[in-house]
């Protein structure tokens, strides 16, 4: 259901966004590119925000359960470092010079680095657990997308003062 979720909030939703634009730049290469790389961002954010409040509340032996592991004082510590790169995400919504650089980049290394991790729990010991397999997916292609989208928006002068006006295409 999580997944579903995922895919609902980083595809659907800057989809539905980008048609209901109004702003005079809309559906320039520009602003769509804006669009999906603040909902990328931003809502991989606060996302991750509620992943690391899973991993520090009630129901986090459950969750250290459904990914395999034995639940241990290190799941808390997940879940915060999960909130502060989420935190930093959702911040960057309003703050799209450098802090929208340096929240892509603490989103690559943290989703990266639990990509690597699931697959290494996968190949040598074999954990199939759901929450340990199914993440592997999104944790590589969410950074991956938001760099890729960084790259777009800072090449079309994104984070450099006032949206630059293009004619519609």
Not at 152 to 169: D, S
């Amino acid at each position: 259901m999580f997944l579903i979720a995922y895919f609902v909030v980083l595809v659907v939703f800057p989809l539905i966004h980008t048609f209901v634009d109004r702003r005079p730049n809309r559906r320039t290469r520009f602003r769509v590119i804006e669009i999906w790389l603040l909902w990328f961002v931003g809502a991989s954010g606060a996302l991750s925000v509620l992943t690391g409040l899973g991993h520090i509340g009630p129901n986090a032996p459950g969750i250290a359960d459904g990914i395999g592991f034995a639940h241990s004082p290190f799941q808390w510590e997940v879940g915060w470092a999960d909130i502060a790169i989420g935190t930093i995400g959702f911040m960057s919504i309003c703050r799209r010079d450098s802090f929208m650089t340096a929240a892509v980049i603490a989103l690559a290394i943290l989703y990266w680095g639990d990509a690597v991790g699931h697959l290494m729990q996968l190949a040598a010991h074999d954990n199939t657990a759901p929450h340990n397999v199914q993440p592997i997916y999104t944790d590589i292609l969410q950074p991956l997308i938001a760099v890729l989208l960084l790259i777009a928006y800072r090449r079309l002068g994104g984070g450099r003062g006032p949206a630059p006006e293009q004619p519609a295409r």
